[in-house]
C-alpha cells in the first residue's frame, strides 16, 4: 500500500492547519458553541470558498477529483482544532449517499449545493430503539401515490439544527429488523409535517430529535432501489466511521501534545511532574495508542474501496482500536491535569469529551468488535 500524500493533499492538511490555527483558536471556538447558533457560518462559507467541501467529489459529480484519503486529511485537522461544522453530516453522509446511490437528476441537484456551502445535510438514521442496527426501523415509508408519506422518530441527529436536507432511512416493506425493505430519502427539512427539537451535545455539537408527521415526499426522493438501502447505508456509515477515525487522530494527537506541555510546566514537590517516571510512562502509552489508531484509521481509509467483508472489518477494528486509544488518552489526559482537566475554561477536558462522544458514533467499541468476529 502506498502512505505517501500527494502534493495537493499536503497543501490541503497546510491550508487547513493554518485557517484551524488563525481562525479556530480555543476562545473562538468557545464563544461560537455558546452562541444561539452554535457554530459559524461564516466558517462554513470560506470551507466552500477554499474547495474543501468540494475535494472528495470526482470532478464529473462538480468537485475536485478527490476522495476518502482526501476526507481523511481534512477531517484530522478538524479533529485538531474540534471543528463543530458538520462535514461529516453533508459530505461525507449525505455526498456518499448521493455518490453512490443518486441519479444523475439528485447529483445535478444537491451535490452544487454541497460544494458550495449553500446545502446543509444531516443524517437521520438512529432511532431510540435501534441502537446500532440500521435496519432496525420503525420509522415507516409508505406509498401515496407516485409518493411516499413519512411517519416515525428520529433521535440524536447531528447538525440538524443547521441543515436545509435531511437523509431520512425508513422502512419501506418486510418486518422490523429484515435486511429487505429499508430505504434512503432526501427530504427538505422544511417540508410540512416535520417537527424538531433541537439541543447541545455534551461535546459542543448541536443535534435534534426530529419527528415525521405524514410528511410528503415525492417519488424522486427515494435514493437508490426501494427496499433495497441497507447495504448502501453499510458502505457510506464505513466511509463516516473512517473519517471520524480521523478526526480522532487529530484530537488525540493534540491532547497528547498539550498532556505533555502541561507535564513540564506544572511543578509538584519542586520539580516538574512530568519528570516522575510513572507519568513518562503513561504519556508513552498515550503516543503508542495515538501512532496505532493512525495506522488503523489508513488501512481502514485504502479498504474501503476493497470488496465488501475486507471494507467491514477492515473499518471495524478501526472503530475498536481508534475507539480505545480515544478512551485510553482522553482519561489520562485529564487525570494528568488534575483539577484543571475537568474544568470549561481549559481546553483538554472539551477534548475529553470529543473522544469520548466519538465511542458512540455509528457503533461502540462492543459493537464493532462483534461485527469484526463475525466477519472473520
Known sequence: MDFNFTE?????????SRLVREQYDWETRRKA???????RPEVWAQLAELGILGMPFSEADG???G?????MVIMEEFGKGLVVEPFVPTVVCAGGFLK???TAAQKEEHIGGIVAGSAVFAFAYAEPRGRYDYADLETTAKKDGAGYVLNGHKAVVIGAPWASHLIVTARTG??????AGVSVFVVAKDSAGIVTRDYETVDGRRASEVYFENVSVPAEALIGEEGAGLALIELVTDEAIAALCAEACGAMKVAHAMTVEYSR???QFGVPIGSFQVLQHRMVDMYTAYETSVSLTYLATLRLASDETERKRSVSAAKVGVGQAARLIGQEAVQIHGGNG???EYAIGHYFKRLTIFDSEFGNVDHHMKRHIALA
Not at 418486510?174 to 435486511?179: H, K, L, M, S
Request: no cysteine; proline share 0%.
Open 342 to 344: 475537568v474544568t470549561d
Open 63 to 65: 468537485g475536485f477529483g
Open 33 to 39: 458553541i455558546a452562541s444561539n447558533a452554535g457554530w
Open 265 to 267: 510546566q506544572r511543578k
Open 100 to 102: 453512490h446511490g443518486g
Open 8 to 16: 495537493e493533499q499536503d497543501m490541503v492538511r497546510d491550508g487547513l
Open 174 to 179: 418486510g418486518d422490523r429488523r429484515d435486511r
Open 67 to 71: 476522495g476518502a484519503v482526501d476526507a
